[in-house]
Every structure is written in structure tokens, then in C-alpha cells.
């Protein structure tokens, strides 16, 4: 189960400074947004490593460290490697969470979740959707659906039954399920497996339904997740990519280019007063 963070004073969006740590591109451009989401009845927003990255959570694409170097993530995050080496995966796993456990939500994440309550008072859908793991929106306080699992769940590698209890970060011996004796591994989607079916279908009924998808530090790369922005603008949407890195996707229509710690909150500030 995901440790427990408390929020500091502070985190909610002071109105008058919003704009301060915002590079002047980025606030031209939300200027221009402002109207649009006002009016959209129905926002759908999917975050990636982006986001996490600007709390500290290493990304799949970092370089890993220590006993962990000589390794791919894609090479440990799929079901053959488990199979044929469970204790790596598993001792690896522990690793990740030791190096997230203490992480907090960022400006980000608090603003989204902000966005999202306030939404709810305005007549107005905020549907948010992750690819993340580390459960930080609902840290900060959003309503989620989770498309990659749970880091801080385990689940049996045969009979898929979940277990919610603490973790103990420190062991690496691997686990037996209570039920079935098969191996227990992270409640996590690996590389080549399909996403838990009634998340996707909530994601996909949000993307079709929406009239903004914002997508917040993703790389656009991973699928069936990435076909989320195509697939609500097949269905007429308007699509805004908030990144530090803008990937030159041809289905968005706005670039918010910039951290989303200082994006989000200048616009979420804008949009709430």
C-alpha cells in the first residue's frame, strides 16, 4: 500500500504569483486556452513520467544505478524476465520502491487535483487518467484511473489475486501466494501485457467523450496509452500537450512547452478565479 504523505501548507495555488515561475511563452499560450476550457464540459488529461520526474521518481528511460547499471528497465519490467529470473525482477522492484517511498506530489499534482474538485462544483468532467504508478494524484488528492497498476500492490503471478498489504522494502525474498503458492509480483503492467480492461475502457469512454485532452509529460510513445489523444481527436477534441519537451505530435493542436509545476498551476490558477 502506498505510504502515507501529508500535504504542507502551501500547496494549494496562490492566484497573484501564479504566473511568476511561468516562462512568457507558456503564458501566452494559457491565456489563449483560458476561454476553451471554460466552456468544455468534459476535460480528459493524461499524465506520464513527466510529471512524477519533477518529484524525483527516476524514469524508465534514466540510467539506472548501483547494483542496477548494467541493466535495461525494458529488460526486468516484462513477464519472461520474471519467469526465467523472478528474485532479479522482484529484488529490482523493491529497489524502485525504496527510491519513491519518500517522494511528494509537486505543484503539479496538487493543482490538477484543485482543478479537478473545483471542476465538480462548476458542472464540469475532469476525467484524469495516468500512466504512472506511484500514486502521487491521490496523494495530492485527485480521483484517478490507473492504466499501468500500482506500485505499492503486489498480485500473484498465476491465480492474479491482489494483496494490499505493506511492503517491506527491505526483503527481497520473494513472496508465495496464500492461495496458490505461485510467485507474487508487483501489481504492475509489463511490457507486452494488455492494460486491466475496465480502466482502458474508462480512459477510452473519457478520450471519446471530451472536448480537451491535455497531455502532461508523456512521450507519446507508449501504447496503447498514446492513442488516447488520437482517439478524442478522431472524436473532434481539442488536444494541448503540456511538456518539457514538446514531441512534434502531429494530433495536437497547442503547446504549453515548460516544467508542469509551473505550467499547471499558473493555468489552473487562471481558470479557478
Given at each position: 500500500m502506498s505510504p502515507t504523505h501529508s500535504s504542507t501548507k502551501g500547496d494549494g495555488i496562490d492566484e497573484n504569483t501564479?504566473?511568476?515561475?511561468?516562462p512568457d511563452a507558456a503564458v501566452q499560450a494559457i491565456k489563449l486556452q483560458l476561454s476553451?476550457?471554460?466552456?468544455?464540459?468534459?476535460?480528459c488529461i493524461l499524465t506520464g513520467a513527466g510529471?512524477?520526474?519533477?518529484?524525483?521518481?527516476?524514469?524508465?528511460?534514466d540510467k539506472q544505478t548501483g547494483l542496477w547499471e548494467n541493466y535495461r528497465a525494458e529488460e526486468l519490467a516484462n513477464i519472461a524476465a520474471f519467469e526465467r529470473d523472478p528474485k532479479t525482477v522482484w529484488s529490482w522492484y523493491q529497489w524502485r520502491r525504496q527510491l519513491v517511498q519518500d517522494k511528494l506530489p509537486n505543484p503539479a499534482h496538487y493543482a490538477l487535483a484543485q482543478w479537478q474538485a473545483w471542476a465538480g462544483t462548476q458542472g464540469q468532467n475532469i476525467d484524469l487518467v495516468t500512466q504512472n504508478v506511484?500514486?502521487?494524484?491521490?496523494?495530492?488528492?485527485?480521483?484517478?484511473?490507473?492504466?499501468?497498476g500500482h506500485l505499492w500492490q503486489n498480485k500473484c503471478s498465476q491465480c492474479e489475486l491482489t494483496f494490499e498489504e505493506d511492503v517491506d522494502y527491505a526483503n527481497n525474498e520473494l513472496?508465495?501466494?496464500?492461495?496458490?503458492?505461485?510467485?507474487?509480483?508487483?501489481?504492475?503492467?509489463?511490457?507486452?501485457?494488455g492494460l486491466p480492461q475496465k480502466e482502458w475502457q474508462a480512459a477510452e469512454l473519457a478520450a471519446k467523450n471530451c472536448a480537451v485532452f491535455i497531455s502532461i509529460g508523456t512521450s507519446s510513445l507508449v501504447y496503447p496509452a498514446a492513442g488516447l489523444a488520437q482517439l478524442a481527436k478522431q472524436?473532434?477534441?481539442?488536444?494541448?500537450?503540456?511538456?518539457?519537451?514538446?514531441?512534434?505530435?502531429?494530433v495536437v493542436d497547442s503547446v504549453l512547452a515548460g516544467k508542469a509545476g509551473e505550467i499547471i498551476p499558473a493555468l489552473v490558477a487562471q481558470l479557478i478565479t
Open positions: 501564479a504566473f511568476s515561475d511561468c476553451r476550457l471554460r466552456a468544455a464540459k468534459s476535460i510529471i512524477s520526474a519533477e518529484s524525483g521518481i527516476p524514469t524508465f528511460r506511484d500514486d502521487l494524484h491521490e496523494t495530492a488528492g485527485s480521483e484517478v484511473i490507473h492504466l499501468h513472496l508465495r501466494c496464500e492461495a496458490c503458492a505461485g510467485y507474487v509480483r508487483p501489481n504492475i503492467v509489463w511490457f507486452g501485457e472524436h473532434g477534441a481539442y488536444i494541448i500537450e503540456i511538456n518539457l519537451n514538446p514531441t512534434q505530435s502531429a
